[in-house]
Antibody
Framework: QVQLQESGPGLVKPSQTLSLTCTVS??????????WSWIRQPAGKRLEWIGH???????NYNPSLKNRLSISIDTSKNQFSLRLSSVTAADTAVYYC????????????WGQGTLVTVSS | QSALTQPASVSGSPGQSITISCTGT?????????VSWYQQHPGKAPKLMIY???KRPSGVSNRFSASKSGNTASLTISGLQAEDEADYYC???????????FGGGTKLTVL
């Protein structure tokens, strides 16, 4: 059973960079079975796909975030990471790392989520 | 890319059936058989309940079923149980650039 766990600061100042890491256990991130994605959810609002990455390093980003976004993968650590620059209060949300079947466009395994608040 | 439209809330009594609709456009729901549904209990991560419009992952109760007609997908929960009370989100593939769009979520109350 694949398990995912997010880690990173819970508070980020406006204009700074939000950085989160997802550690995958119970399977190899390099297996090729999944892509690895980030999804966020502002309080009381809908889910928003942020982007995803494959073991090869190929990425696909939400066009609305593309200019501020970077997703990377470290297969040696079984981890993938999110960096979102120039954050504002609108980026305050629970951030989930998720496995994604890109061919079938669904999200199977989810981390528990981590709340990131953007505030000075 | 526009988001999908769901009713804000639905309710039903134990044992009854309810249906949640999810309306998109010809660019997402109407063009692809790649609609998925997620159940989210308060403070928890979403859980995949349905994928590819009608398929259930292993371990999901067969009380959950789904369908699609045109630009609208639907999730039906039969034999409502107290544990079904949660938020439900639909999701559709929307092309290689946008990838997916989500619905706004529907709060299910079991009376």
């Amino acid at each position: 059973q694949v398990q995912l766990q997010e880690s990173g600061p819970g508070l980020v100042k406006p204009s700074q960079t939000l950085s989160l890491t997802c550690t995958v256990s119970g399977g190899s991130i390099s297996s090729g079975s999944y892509y690895w994605s980030w999804i966020r959810q502002p309080a009381g609002k809908r889910l928003e796909w942020i982007g995803h990455i494959y073991t090869s390093g190929n990425t696909n980003y939400n066009p609305s975030l593309k200019n501020r976004l970077s997703i990377s993968i470290d297969t040696s650590k079984n981890q993938f990471s999110l960096r979102l620059s120039s954050v504002t209060a609108a980026d305050t949300a629970v951030y989930y790392c998720v496995s994604v079947d890109t061919a079938l466009a669904h999200f199977g395994y989810w981390g528990q989520g981590t709340l990131v608040t953007v505030s000075s | 890319q526009s988001a999908l439209t769901q009713p804000a809330s639905v309710s039903g009594s134990p044992g009854q059936s309810i249906t949640i609709s999810c309306t998109g456009t010809g660019s997402d729901v109407g063009s692809y058989n790649l609609v998925s549904w997620y159940q989210q209990h308060p403070g928890k991560a979403p859980k995949l309940m349905i994928y590819e419009v009608t398929k259930r992952p292993s371990g999901v109760s067969n009380r959950f079923s789904a369908s699609k007609s045109g630009n609208t997908a639907s999730l039906t929960i039969s034999g409502l149980q107290a544990e079904d009370e949660a938020d439900y989100y639909c999701c559709s593939y929307a092309g290689s650039s946008t990838f997916v769009v989500f619905g706004g979520g529907t709060k299910l109350t079991v009376l």
